[in-house]
């Protein structure tokens, strides 16, 4: 069974500072990897999806690299903005026939402070 | 394009009632789900519609029933509402291109 996990739970940073949000899966075989964002109350946003066969992907000032061998993906953001704020959620979604269902991590909580 | 829409957005339900949580997508997606997420367990699978006319079961499906009643609706009911469904539920619809969710219903149960 594919279980994903997220560190740190929690992140409290600086205005201004670039920062790095954590993922790993335990099985290698998957269709894409997913970032979401979360705001307190809301649903989840779609921030940036990696296919199986790619590296990395960027918008603006995230960007999300996948090294599928090592079961590992990293979120950057660069010159991090109150704004950030937020939950971040890694999920992923397994190879094989089927519905593309996805396997979530728990998030990690960042705080950027002004 | 509204994306996902889900109703209603809050509901109050004693131990016991029975309710339905209707979600609708506009984007042609064949995939449609249904999560739960509480606090310390992240999001879980309840059901999911790989496409219009089938169901199948996620990790949580007990106590839950679904309807794909056609390609832009998904609906979840819960037959007689118990304290431990008590959660935020969300919608999300897939193309096999990445997930797209509602905003959410936010269920207590007394």
């Known amino acids: 069974k594919q279980e994903v996990t997220q560190i740190p739970a929690a992140l409290s940073v600086p205005e201004g500072e670039n920062l790095v949000l954590n993922c790993s899966f335990t099985?290698?075989?998957?269709?894409?990897l997913q970032w979401f964002r979360q705001d307190p109350g809301k649903g989840l946003t779609s921030l940036l999806l990696?296919?199986?066969?790619?590296r990395e992907q960027t918008s603006g000032r995230l960007n999300a690299s996948l090294d599928k061998s090592s079961g590992r993906s990293t979120l950057y953001i660069a010159a991090s903005q109150p704004g950030d704020s937020a939950t971040y959620l890694c999920?992923?979604?397994?190879?094989?026939?089927?519905?593309?269902?996805?396997?979530f991590g728990k998030g990690t909580k960042l705080s950027v402070i002004p | 394009n509204a994306g996902v829409t889900q109703t209603p957005k809050f509901q109050v339900l004693k131990t016991g009632q029975s309710m339905t949580l209707q979600c609708a997508q506009d984007?042609?997606?064949?995939?449609m789900y249904w999560y739960r997420q509480d606090p310390g367990m992240g999001l879980r699978l309840i059901y999911y519609s790989a496409s219009e006319g089938t169901t199948d079961k996620g990790e949580v499906p007990n106590g839950y029933n679904v309807s794909r009643l056609n390609k832009r609706e998904f609906s979840l009911r819960l037959e007689s509402a118990a304290p431990s469904q008590t959660s935020v539920y969300f919608c999300?619809?897939?193309?096999?291109?990445?997930?797209?969710f509602g905003p959410g219903t936010r269920l207590t149960v007394l």
């Open positions: 990696i296919q199986s066969s790619q």
């Open positions: 984007m042609n997606h064949n995939s």
């Open positions: 999300a619809s897939s193309s096999g291109t990445g997930e797209f």
């Open positions: 999920a992923v979604e397994d190879s094989g026939a089927g519905s593309y269902q996805l396997t």
């Open positions: 099985d290698s075989a998957i269709y894409n």
